[in-house]
């Protein structure tokens, strides 16, 4: 088997305490499929990530008959580049700002309970909760090419990260404080990252969200955003854990 089929990720491994590998085909034969598990089980794997065609039958039921939980469709939204709408106002938001740090850590921690990882029972909610912290932290700290923060009567309410690859933007995370739900926030948002990509002379800016999270679709296709790919999450664990806590945890 060609060393790309399965990966480790060792930021994953790290932040999880367990061994984690990622399958990088998106499609399985028997025969695939028994050299990535024997690949894993070699290299101590304790969770195998899979993202699969969600229109290949045979991969559907390859991984459901390996026992691979599934834990998420994925669901990608594309905009090309055209003038904002009238009403795609970014008013009271702002690039990010050191002092907004503490802030937007908080709101991470209670705004993406829609992930695959809270999905899996494997990863304890607390560390899902962690996992959203850092990332926003990364975020912030260079990862991302641009950090938006809205405000709401003074206070950091909410936040969206913007990554450029090539000719090609894509949207990271966007969350809005539960405080602060329902006052057109997200959409501003939005459109200050589809503002921003514009800017640097980008065509294209995708996002990617859960398909059980339906307020998220409905933003960004207000926002002009149109459905572009659907695909399918799977996690599968290759030691004994107990609810909650994923092996190696215990």
């Not at 990862?143 to 450029?164: M, N, P, Q, R, S």
């Amino acid at each position: 088997m060609p060393d790309s089929i399965c990966v480790p990720l060792p930021w994953d491994s790290s932040f999880f305490g367990l061994r984690i590998a990622r399958l990088t085909v998106t499609r399985l034969s028997p025969q695939l499929l028994r050299e990535a598990v024997d690949w894993c089980q070699a290299q101590d794997i304790g969770c195998l990530y899979f993202l699969a065609d969600s229109d290949h039958r045979e991969t559907v039921e390859l991984a459901e008959a390996a026992s691979f939980r599934f834990v998420d469709i994925r669901v990608t939204l594309t905009r090309s580049s055209f003038p904002l709408e009238t009403n795609g106002s970014t008013d009271g938001v702002r690039q990010f700002k050191e002092q907004d740090l503490d802030s937007l850590k908080a709101i991470a921690r209670q705004s993406h309970s829609d992930s695959r990882f809270y999905f899996d029972v494997g990863f304890p909610k607390e560390r899902c909760e962690a996992l959203f912290e850092s990332w926003i932290e990364r975020s912030c700290r260079g990862w991302a090419k641009a950090v938006f923060v809205a405000e709401l009567d003074g206070v950091v309410a909410g936040y969206c990260t913007c990554h450029i690859e090539g000719d090609v933007g894509s949207i990271g995370l966007v969350a809005v404080a539960n405080h602060a739900q329902g006052r057109s926030l997200g959409r501003r948002l939005i459109a200050a990252a589809i503002l921003y990509v514009r800017q640097q002379g980008i065509p294209t800016l995708k996002v990617v969200t859960q398909a059980r999270n339906i307020r998220a679709q409905q933003l960004y296709q207000k926002c002009g955003f149109v459905t572009d790919s659907v695909m399918l999450w799977y996690h599968k664990w290759f030691q004994e854990t107990r609810p909650g806590a994923p092996a190696g945890l215990s």
